[in-house]
């Protein structure tokens, strides 16, 4: 209220705490994995790479998650979906396209891991692998370290619902939920582990199951990123006051296949999957930029113009970019002398 | 020079780590205010604190997997699998994760974490409490895998396994802790990762082996060379990733009579790499086909007295093999 009595409504972003200038860039770093997204399932179709496995409308919950972190340190244990959050760390699409293109200068693994297996000591983010869940426990133990040496870190993890019956994620909660550590679960619940879906998965909401180890279990919807920067700042406080993890489910729906592999229209209807993308977060906060006035046709095309042109130049880059060469594709099982 | 038993050159070996380095650390299952189900951690918690002498939830793959996410953090863990034989739901974290955190970063990361797990029988544990699982980790690149015999090596090599910077697994003998005692000086040392070590020197037979089983291979030399005059030469692997191959093939060509022993079972077990590792170098300096003496091809050791007995290796076993072999 004013002092004359009217009411000026604050925006929902700036009761979070967050400037225009921020909910445009997560805006723009969603749209930036989107078209990341579209060209690497484009890139698939035309044989240029092998493989690829979509974060498609996961990417208003990563953005919104990621806003909630301390780049400088917070640790990051991403799943194979995480593009928009791994983008709004700071990795680059070139850096993207590289993996993408298994080539030497992917910071992720140098070219040797599929696409989607992220890991950057320079962005805090931890290597990760394919087998699921197993990152929980790595989270569990980076939240340890940070106990241990009376660090401000907060350890964020994440996984798919079909992880949250891996026994490691069991194992993982129940540590840090015993020992109060400062970790963030994430489950980023699109609906569909493969081919299989949740009611065939789970028989109770997967945020229930933090109960059982003695710290709350939120559910979120994944469509609306300020409501998901909200409950994961509030995780992230909770973690810094010692007052242990938070596990976050993340309501979302996977709008492409499992991955390039799959032909998931033998297992779901067209129509189930229309029906889901008329929910899509991302024109959704669009809309919600524009009516505050942050946002307008123009800037849009002018974004749609930049992030293309920085894709095809990252493409472009990336697939003209070396292989790691067959000196180098065996080094590093062990440390060598240097690393000693 | 204080003659220490080889549990008290464990627990020692990491006492001083811990002293030495704040990043050190051990966790496990009842490794905190009890020290240990046989008593190896004694006294850390009083010393280091509830932290750094961590009782963890009884979730093998969870100490593991805690275990690697702290040191890749920066963290010098040490964790402890109450026995080998419960450490296999572990096993993805360990060879998934572990062996090649930093093959599969192109060396961006690293995972120095020692994992220590109890092997072998004769304590009466039957299938589940005796169980010798080196195979099933050997072969893994990524790993280390130090199996050591002697109180002497068990502190020095724990020693090298905290200050390396890659995963090691330290195969400690459940029957060596109170009955092998030998000279461990006060000064800090370390036994090198990858280096063998003859025990015994002589010219008519080689024995090859690693932990529990050299002792008896000791014993029956000493009983060989006063009774029938044939004196043996006993290799320590002390590392069984990597293997010492210049070292086995180094006592291997000394007589051209080869014996490898373990504990493990026979099929697939280090003592099978071995072999193969002095065919393909040194067949036409042999004398004798090469042999093996291990555990029998059963999945582990029955506990009753009789069946236990009959599975393990013992001084007369050993005896009668080096005995047909310096005869060959």
Redesign the interface.
Known sequence: MTKSGTVRRQSRHAALGLTDEQVIAMYETMQLARRYDERSLLLQRAGKINFHISGINHEPAQVGMAYAMDPERD?FLPYYRDYAFVLALGMTVKELMLCLFNKAE?????G??MPG?F???RLRI??G?S?VT?Q?????????????RGEPSV?YVSFGDGSSNQ??FH??L??AG?HKLPVIFVCQNNQYAISVPLSKQVAAPIASRAAGYGFPGIQVDGSDPLEVYRVMKEARERALAGEGPTLIEVLTYRLSPHSTSDNDLAYRTKEEVEYYKARDGIPAFRRYLTELGLWSDEREEELARRQWAMIDEATEYAEKAPY?SLDEAF??????EE?? | MPVLEYIEAIRLAMKEEMERDSTV?VLGEDVGVKGGVFGATKGLLELFGE??ALD??L?E??I????????????K?IAEMQYADFML?AT??II??AA???????????CPVVIRAPIGGGVFGGPYHSQCPESVFFGT??L?IVAPATAYDAKGLLKAAIRD??PVLYFEHKKCYRLIADEVPDEDYIVPIGKSRVMREGDDITVIGYSMPLHFAMQAAEELSREEGIEAHILDLRTLQPLDKEGILEAAAKTGKVLIIHEDNKTGGVGAEVAAIIAEELMFDLDAPIRRLCGPDVPAMPINPPGEKHFLLNKEKLKAAMLELARF
């Open positions: 640790w992917d910071p992720n693994s140098g040797r891991q297996h890991g950057c000591r931890v290597t692998s087998p197993t929980v426990p790595h989270a569990v133990g980076f939240a340890l370290a940070a106990k241990m350890a026994g490691d194992e993982g129940n540590f015993v790691q080094r590093y099982v062990y440390a060598e690393d000693r | 650390f932290y750094r963890t939830p979730a793959s969870a593991a997997g805690v275990a690697i996410g702290a040191a890749m953090a920066g963290m863990p739901p993805n974290q998934n994760e090649k955190i930093r093959y599969r970063s192109n060396n961006d990361w690293h690149p990524g280390k910077p890659d």
